[in-house]
């Protein structure tokens, strides 16, 4: 089973007050928003994964991605 992502600190914070943000607007619209960024992490780390396993990205680049966020 795959481990979660963890974002970064200033990510994690931005992404809640995004959340904060669009709840403000809508109820319900900032989880939404939540769900969907954390449906496409997963999405793009599948992606990286698979892309690597196969070699057509190399580990540097998955390691020059930790400053984005990090896979655990």
């Known amino acids: 089973m795959a481990k979660p992502i963890k974002l970064l600190k200033e ?24 769900a969907e960024i954390r449906n496409a992490l997963i999405i793009i780390r599948q992606n990286m994964l698979e ?6 990205i190399s580990v540097s680049f998955l390691l020059s991605l930790g400053e984005v966020f990090i896979i655990n």
């Open 51 to 56: 892309k690597a396993c196969k070699g057509l």
């Open 11 to 34: 990510s994690e914070i931005e992404l809640w007050e995004s959340v904060d943000f669009y709840e403000t607007q809508v109820s319900g619209l900032g989880l939404d928003f939540e």
